[in-house]
């Protein structure tokens, strides 16, 4: 276990290790991260292209509902404070909760790191139950066991391997270290490409759990990577030996200014992230599918702003570097600011392509657009949000806080799993209309907001 001997004996060679530079100008533990979190993403990603189509599709139909261990109970629960609940409502308030709480457990899982274990024991933990739920997953009578193993397990590592990548650059190299989290983000991106077209074309040609069954198998894949480049890793964030467990006047400031931007992006996350749970449904309703004799697979769509935010990032990085040429590039707010309303513009894509389209089909065309505008928002305040907490968060709560910027996360996607039990009750135009108004207020809340923050968050803390 990774205690004290970790950081006393053993902790300046590990950390000397993890930040020798090596590819790209980068410490070589970066890679070893990222590729990690790739194979990570790619059974996430991939599982969960496939979990609402799954469940509205057959898994809460007659016939394969009642063999859901424990089923009845949870859905008389769930029943119990939002009231009935059709098929298709149901589906989504599921996948809202479990999305939900794969984002509020990396808080509980960073706080442990930090106490006890640290974050590699932790990583290594949360790869081991997350591998063991993809298997779960493959049976419909271990499915809510599937989704809680999955829960905890992304507890114990979203938020520590995100604190590691931090770790590995000097407090002051915030450019770079932004520039990491990029090719991090870029790792996350290419799995969550690759998984849901393999998860998604197994599943309509041989059916669900073979699409189920091979993210298994690429979670350990990630945890075979993962100890493979274990000495290049921090054990934990590194901790000053005179710092306590008290936070400085200065230190609470940055800390309530950072939960406050964390609030900010809830806005646009609740608007993006409703691509992975009703736009499914609506793709497989309202989407022309069938191109040149072949069916597109619905989960297909959901790599497309993946694709986006890999292709777009050197010429993300381009407009950066030119725009810091001229003095003129947005800091780290008015970059979170840009993405909503970049995500706010996707939503639009689709009001107009409905609206165009009539009664007809929606060409293919317009969700491809609509997820590739996803794709660039998402290089614009995710990677950077995650670079911020990492770069001001004071380090006696670092990876506390990162836990808690997906605790952003864990609200937004229940807000997603409760707002897509009105899709049946609107029309698809006016449905996808209200969640460009979400993305905007997370606009709106930085114009108004983001230069008291950000000077906050460049204030020293002592």
Known sequence: MEGKHDLITTGEP????????????HPKGLFYLAFTEAWERFSYYGMTALLALYMVNQLLLPGHVEHIGGFSGFRAAVESVVGPLSTQALASQIFGLYSGFVYFTPLLGGMIADRWIGQRNAVVIGALSMSAGHIAMTFDESFLLALLLLVIGSGFLKGNISAQVGALYPPEDEARRTRGFVIFSTAINI?????PLLCG???????WHYGFGIAAIFMLLGLATYLYGYRYLPARVERRKFEGTRLTAGERRIVY??????IITIFQSTAFYQVFNVNPIWIQQHVALDVGGFRIPVPWFQS?????????????????????MR????DDLAKIGIGAWITAASNLIL?????????APVYPLWPFLYSTGLGISFLYYWPTLLALVSRAAPAKVNATLMGLVFMSLFISNNLIGWIGGFYEKMTPAQ?????????????LLVVLFGRRLSRTLHTPSA
């Open 191 to 195: 799995g969550a490409v690759i998984g």
């Open 351 to 359: 009001v107009a392509a409905i609206i165009a389209s009539g009664s």
């Open 14 to 25: 590990v950390l000397a290790r993890a930040k020798e530079v090596s590819f790209l100008g």
């Open 257 to 262: 200014a950072l939960i406050a931007v964390m």
């Open 304 to 324: 497309i702003n993946s694709v986006s935010s890999v292709l777009c990032v050197p010429l993300v990085f381009w407009i950066w570097r030119c725009e810091g």
């Open 327 to 330: 003095g003129r590039e947005p």
């Open 431 to 443: 449905f996808w209309a209200m969640h460009a108004a979400i993305a905007a207020c997370g606009g």
């Open 201 to 207: 074309l197994l599943a309509q040609v041989y059916g």
